[in-house]
């Protein structure tokens, strides 16, 4: 299994409260993403990276922002966390984009955030 | 623009075989992803195609129709483990998944 990390795993916060979600690898891939799955949507993309410093918006980003200032750091921030960002989010990391075997996405365990 | 549409649930008996179909309508497709989720835990990667074909790999296949934006995953001989849900993943250029909502396959003993 790909050595990804998420922190923390659970959180509950309050509205109006900035959050930052942390994703860690190990294996030195290029590109990362964030996800948020809710039932009834399945899994959605927020915001990807592929490489320092470079990052792209996906179908989800209003309210998110990232930064990836090391090649094993993918953070997302939540600017003022609304009950609406209630969800499990989940961090995925892939080697390169081939069109090949090595485009496939690996997923970190998740983190669940509750926004009361 | 990207529509997924997979069966929602399915059911089989143990020792079965359940066949999930996939129908897409992805701008700049190059590939198709299948991955299998537990409740509770993330997704982990089954199988790709990006060419038109079956891929097998033990007892889960995976088949690709590019001109008709159709797959399927094939699970044989199914176990209780195997209940869980599938989803359907197309690749756009960019390495961008869009995923669908998943079909739950409970297995019966």
């Known amino acids: 299994d790909a050595g990804i990390t998420q922190s923390p795993r659970h959180k509950v916060t309050e509205t109006g409260t900035p959050v930052t979600l942390r994703c860690h690898q190990t294996e030195n891939h290029r590109y990362m993403y964030w996800y948020r799955q809710d039932p009834g949507h399945g899994l959605r993309l927020i915001h990807y990276s592929y490489g320092v410093k470079d990052t792209d918006k996906g179908e989800v980003s209003d309210g998110y922002s990232v930064s990836r200032s090391k090649t094993e750091d993918f953070l997302l921030t939540l600017e003022s966390a609304t009950s609406s960002q209630t969800s499990v989010y989940f961090c995925?990391?892939?080697?390169?984009?081939?069109?090949?075997?090595?485009?496939?996405?690996?997923f970190g365990p998740g983190t669940r955030l509750t926004v009361l | 623009g990207q529509n997924i549409d997979q069966p929602t649930e399915m059911t089989a008996t143990e020792g079965a075989i359940v066949q999930i179909n996939c129908t897409y309508q992805?701008?700049?497709?190059?590939?198709l992803f299948w991955y299998q989720q537990h409740a509770g835990e993330a997704p982990t990667f089954l199988s790709y195609n990006v060419l038109d074909g079956l891929e097998e790999k033990g007892r889960f296949s995976s088949f690709l129709s590019r001109s008709k934006g159709y797959s399927y995953l094939l699970l044989k001989e199914l176990q209780m483990k195997d209940s869980a849900s599938y989803l359907c993943?197309?690749?756009?250029?960019?390495?961008?998944?869009?995923f669908g909502g998943g079909t739950r396959v409970l297995v019966k003993p």
């Open positions: 992805t701008s700049g497709f190059n590939g």
């Open positions: 995925a990391i892939s080697e390169g984009e081939t069109g090949g075997i090595t485009d496939t996405q690996y």
């Open positions: 993943a197309p690749k756009a250029a960019g390495n961008k998944l869009t």
